[in-house]
């Protein structure tokens, strides 16, 4: 493939945007590529670049597309509402719609609160959790990846530690402090921090599957273990639900572990495409929300009418009958396409995998935790990241993230891209 007008972008961006990214996850430094590829549109499951170069698509914008590109529920809901206007700065009929929606197909929460990232919805649940419970310190897992605000930003996993930058500089050490940091998956590690913080902690801050240092779900009794420390010491249970839900079932992930958590935090997937975050509880913690509380957040792009517009479509599309097993099944097909590729070409791999997402990483080991996703090989990823993309593959570049299969996803892309797994690495092979 020819990338000559990605190169020429990336160029002109340098000069003008920090890094010459928006984001430092869309960077290929990680994969030993000079140049990020630029992409001009996006239809159904295929994205295409700068230069006219066709991918099949399983960055999936991260997790946010599982209906994939220009869904035509979607952009004929969000054409309709921007001839209406683009933002109000006042209450909407379809935020209450969305509000509504939202708490019927996640009835453990009572209420919900809009804003427009995964990010602020994490940052803010983080501040409720501290108002309910009259404490400072949060407990969250090595290598969880919760949005760039300054608590999470410790020990951080996904793109931040994709470029080695796992604790950020400009953290006051007053906001380390009040982090306490365990492996994931690690019940002695989570116990001890319990016994020695326990009286301190306002909420366990968990990603109840891991999707930031490849897709990790919990061992066993882990997520039951945590919600039982934190009832014993009187702290609250916060879900980052960014990637999960709508993700692999049709609400929260919750409806699967038959848990109690206290709040949940939700993005990517239920604006359709559009920016969106969202945080909910029970009602009884709800109401410290301003204006019935003290506590505060606010936003002039909160509720925004095209994001609920994008999101209502999105949620009625995800509707349709056997739409989350047909994304498992097709992500079980890659599974054993790179279980069986890799076992022929004697290429040691581990694959993560839940639902419609996977990871492959390049180790003998069983990743369970951030440790164990850092230990496996970086430039054998890298060698397959650029092999597979000049099959036309779009793959997220870094070992750290996931690949999604979006309900556009064909059986000839499943086959196409099991194909190309294959002859990737038969090539790995024979370097």
């Not at 003008?16 to 590529?33: D, K, L, M």
């Not at 940052?123 to 999470?152: E, P, Q, W």
């Not at 999101?311 to 056997?322: K, N, R, T, V």
């Not at 309900?407 to 690495?425: G, K, M, P, R, V």
């Amino acid at each position: 493939m020819k990338h000559d007008q990605s190169v020429e972008l990336f160029h002109r961006a340098q000069q003008r945007i920090a890094g010459g990214v928006n984001s430092p996850s869309r960077t290929y430094q990680a994969v030993g590529c000079a140049t990020p590829v630029f992409m001009a549109s996006g239809e159904g499951a295929y994205l295409y670049d700068a230069d006219g170069n066709r991918y099949i698509d399983y960055l999936c914008a991260y997790g946010a597309l599982v209906l994939g590109h220009g869904h035509p529920a979607v952009v004929a809901a969000v054409a309709d509402a921007v001839k209406k206007g683009t933002v109000y700065g006042t209450p909407t009929r379809s935020e209450v719609e969305f509000a509504e929606r939202l708490c019927e197909l996640i009835p453990w929460i009572d209420m919900v609160r809009f804003n427009v990232s995964g990010t602020e919805a994490v940052m803010t649940a983080i501040r409720l959790a501290r108002a309910a419970t009259g404490r400072n310190k949060i407990l969250k897992f090595d290598g969880c990846y919760h949005g760039h605000s300054d608590l999470v930003l410790v020990s951080a996993g996904s793109g931040s530690s994709t470029l080695n930058i796992d604790d950020s500089l400009g953290i006051p050490p007053g906001v380390k402090a009040d982090v306490i940091s365990v492996p994931y998956n690690d019940p002695t590690s989570l116990r001890n921090a319990v016994t020695q913080y326990g009286p301190e902690i306002a909420a366990a801050l968990v990603e109840p599957i891991v999707g930031n240092f490849g897709i990790v779900p919990p061992e066993p009794g882990f997520l039951q273990l945590l919600e039982e420390q934190m009832r014993q010491c009187g702290a609250l249970v916060i879900w980052d639900e960014v990637i999960t839900a709508f993700r692999y079932t049709y609400g929260s992930i919750q409806q699967v572990f038959g848990l109690s958590p206290d709040i949940i935090t939700l993005g990517k997937i239920i604006g359709g495409g559009l920016p969106i975050g969202a945080y909910g509880a029970r009602k009884e913690i709800m109401q410290l929300v301003a204006p019935l509380g003290g506590m505060y957040q606010d936003g002039t792009m909160a509720g925004n009418p095209l994001s609920m517009a994008a999101g209502l479509a999105c949620l009625e599309a995800l509707s349709e009958p056997a739409l989350y097993d047909r994304l498992a099944k097709y992500a079980a097909i890659l599974v054993e396409a790179a279980r069986t590729a890799a076992q022929k070409h004697g290429i040691p791999v581990h694959i993560g995998h839940y639902g419609g997402s996977l990871s492959i990483q390049f180790t003998s080991e069983r990743v369970i935790d951030f440790a164990g996703c850092n230990r496996s090989d970086s430039a054998q990823f890298g060698r397959f990241f650029r092999l597979m993309n000049e099959k036309g593959i779009l793959m997220p570049p870094s070992k750290y993230e996931a690949l999604f299969v979006s309900a556009a996803h064909s059986e000839a892309d499943i086959a196409q891209t099991a194909e190309a797994i294959e002859a990737s690495f038969a090539q790995m092979a024979q370097d």
